[in-house]
């Protein structure tokens, strides 16, 4: 972290400072230039705000030089890490891996979108049983019931499952059912204390883009699950609030680059609630294979109009397998050797 000094500063307000960065286990490097000082503070600099430094006085302005994140640093990280999702399932380092089904497990249509999926290339299935919901009047989900279900449909299928966690006291449910990947939403993508708990397992975590979330939001909310020992996290765009309202959200493509850019982690790409209308969602599916993205999230529904959730952005199994094929058809230009 660097504070650039302002020129006014006496040698008193300098050393005064000095003296209150030091007191916080800090070493400084001061350098006097002819129209500035520049001060470098040196070692732990995350027990420093640096809103605070910038509200000083004699601070000009303050400067991070490193990020705050480091476990899911690619600089201290530099190879990809690729995340086992069980039953053969790896994702990240050139594993693709894509997770589709409906939005919400209904019923017996679970099985048979699985079996769909799973046929066209899917290679873990999705569903949930917990709905973070905008209204508390909406369907709120299958909970227990669900969970039952998806681990009927995964040892049927033979197919890893991905499902939703909402709240940190489920964690040790979650558990018990041998969940394969607890997805953490976007609306909890800063909901600490179930970043901490999932944390303390070692399930792999598929965490979402917060709504109004930014890139280096997300890395901090994955460090917060790799700080507490699980270094299991898939990170997910799943596209952010703006202005734009021909969409339901806007697809943050450039964040798959970004993210591996800055981490280590797998990058998976979620256009079905990106974009939210199922006539956009093929487009971006490819387009977002050609990003580069470790992985897809996409909601298939046999039949989108009676869907309980999201019937809107849902692809049908028939449109799913016909934007599959063209998927392995970009994966085989653009990472020929990758599995
Ligand atoms: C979902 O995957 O169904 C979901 C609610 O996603 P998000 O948290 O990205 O809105
Ligand atoms: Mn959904």
């Not at 202005?243 to 493509?253: A, G, I, P």
């Given at each position: 972290m660097i504070a650039v000094i302002r020129e006014s500063a006496t040698t008193e307000q300098l050393d005064h400072f000095i003296a209150w960065v030091e007191a916080k286990g800090l070493r400084v490097n001061v350098s006097q230039g002819d129209d500035e000082t520049i001060i470098g503070l040196i070692g732990d600099t995350s027990r420093i705000d640096p809103f605070l430094l910038e509200s000083m006085d004699i601070v000009e302005r303050v400067q991070r030089v490193s990020e705050p994140f480091k476990k899911a640093n690619r600089k201290f990280h530099p190879e990809d890490t690729v995340i086992d999702c069980g039953r053969g399932v790896r994702i990240g380092g050139g594993h693709f891996a894509v997770i589709a089904g409906p939005c919400s497990v209904e019923g017996d249509n679970l099985l048979e979108i699985g079996r769909r999926v799973k046929a066209a290339g899917a290679t873990l299935l999705r569903g949930g049983a917990y709905k973070p919901r905008?209204?508390?009047?909406s369907y709120q989900g299958m909970g227990e019931r669900g969970l039952d279900l998806l681990c009927e449909a995964r040892d049927e299928l033979d197919m890893p499952i991905v499902t939703e966690i909402m709240d940190a006291r489920d964690v040790q449910l979650f558990l018990d059912r041998g969940i394969d990947v607890m997805q953490i939403g976007a609306r909890n993508s800063q909901n600490f204390t179930l970043l901490k708990e999932v944390g303390k397992t070692t399930t792999p975590v598929l965490l979402k883009r917060g709504i109004s979330g930014t890139i280096d939001e997300l890395l901090m909310a994955a460090e917060y699950i790799m700080s507490e020992g699980n270094e299991n996290v898939i990170l997910c765009e799943r596209g952010i609030r703006t202005?734009?309202?021909?969409?339901?959200?806007?697809?943050?493509?450039s964040a798959v680059s970004v993210l591996h850019h800055l981490s280590h982690l797998p990058v998976v790409a979620d256009p079905s609630h990106a974009v939210g209308y199922t006539r956009y969602v093929s487009d971006m599916t490819l387009a977002a294979t050609a990003a580069g993205a470790d992985g897809l999230e996409i909601e298939v529904h046999n039949c989108p109009s009676e869907a309980w959730s999201d019937g809107a952005q849902a692809l049908l199994p028939d449109q799913f397998d016909a934007v599959m094929a063209k998927v392995g058809g970009i994966r085989s230009v653009i990472a020929p050797e990758a599995v």
């Open positions: 905008t209204s508390p009047y202005y734009e309202s021909r969409t339901r959200n806007t697809f943050d493509l």
